[in-house]
Each structure stands twice: as structure tokens, then as C-alpha cells.
């Protein structure tokens, strides 16, 4: 990867209750850049974004953000520009798609139109309440509320969970332009292997809590086999390629 590292990840162990999930695990992502984090369930690919945004208590290792050690509240990360949009997709569903953005935007963030313009959708549908819209609207509604509070680093866990295909195929090139227009780092959790290979730089994949390959998207792209064996944990650890 290219970029000047913006988060960086160096031999983390995590884990629930004095438990390891991951152990021995290191990233990094530039500016810019996509990461997606490939793998089974139970990998580990959720725990560590959330060791990332400070959610969970690191056992050893480090993790450093925007230059410095990440805080233990994830609230002081996220004012920090450090985002992370859960699973759950965080959004208000009582309220209406303009209160959910409103609620979001933040002094310095990115402006009301230009996150429109990456979600046009979102605009014709200000009066409708959330928990009315589709899950493919409801996630470009949680990426429109991360995108307003401008953070420089991304961290999206299963962006494509209980959606269609077509709401994925849609979602996924905007968060590249996205990336590329914001020079925002994204670190993206995905099951979708061909799609999120086909927006990054850059991947890795996790097997029982430890990277079982790391490449340039690129290459994993013509490396299928080896990604699918990755997922079984057949592979030997790759390092990162340029």
C-alpha cells in the first residue's frame, strides 16, 4: 500500500474475557486507501475493527491512529475522525432520513450537498422514517452519517449484510469514489470477496484470529483459489504487496 499510513495495527491480541480472538494481528492503511478485511465467520473480522475504534481493551500490541495511540472511549476517537460503522448500521429508526443526518452533522464536516451527491437517493426521501426504508437504504443512510462527521479513517463492518446484490453492486463503487474524492482510509469488513477485492488496495484474510494472507487486492484478484483456501486456513501467511 501506497499511502501514508493513517491507522496502523501492530501485533494485536484481543479477545472477550481474557480470551484471545485475534492474536498477533497487524495492518495498516493510508489515506486514500481501501483495506478489506476478508474471512469466515468467527474470524476475528469484527473484533478488530472494534479494537480499532478503542471499543475493546488491547492485550498487548498497539494501535495508533492519525499518529497517536488510540484512546480508550471510542468517543474521543470518533471526535479524532476515527468512524466506524457497525453491523447494526447505527441509524435512528423512529426517525426521519433528514433527523438521522441532521443528528450526524458535525462543525468542519463534510456538507449536507456533497453527501447528497454521493446519495441522491437519500435526498428524495428526507421526510420518510428510517425504519420504513429498505436495508440497502438504510446502510447508504448509516455510510451518509459517518460520511458527515468527515473522518479520516473509515472502518465499516459488514456493509453488505442482509442486502441484495444490486443494493451491494451500487454501494460499494460509490464507497470507492468515496475513498478516492475524501482521502479518506476505509478499512472495509466484507463477505462479499469478488465485490470488496474489486474496490481495494489492498486484503487480508483472517482465519481463527490470525492473518492467513495478506496481498494487494490486485493480486488476490487473480489468486482466488488461494483466497478461498485463506478462508480454511490452508494458506500460509503472505505479506502485504505493494
Sequence with gaps: MSGTPVLEIDDITVGYGGVPAIRGLSLSVGSGEILAVLGPNGAGKSTTLLAAVGALPIMSGTVTALGEPIHSA???????????????????????????LRLATRKGGVDLDTVYGYFPKLKSMRSRRCGNLSGGEQQMLALAKALLTKPQVLLIDELSLGLSPIAVQELLPRLRSIADEQNMAVVLVEQHIDL?????????????????????????????????AAYFGRSEEADLAS
Design 74 to 100: 471510542v468517543e474521543k476517537n470518533a471526535r479524532r475522525g476515527i468512524t466506524l460503522v457497525p453491523d447494526t448500521r447505527g441509524v435512528f429508526h423512529r426517525l426521519s432520513v433528514a433527523d438521522n
Design 196 to 228: 470488496a477485492l474489486g474496490i481495494a488496495d489492498a486484503a487480508i484474510v483472517l482465519h481463527h484470529g490470525r492473518v492467513a494472507l495478506a496481498a494487494s487486492a490486485r493480486d488476490l484478484r487473480d489468486r482466488r483459489e488461494t483466497v478461498e
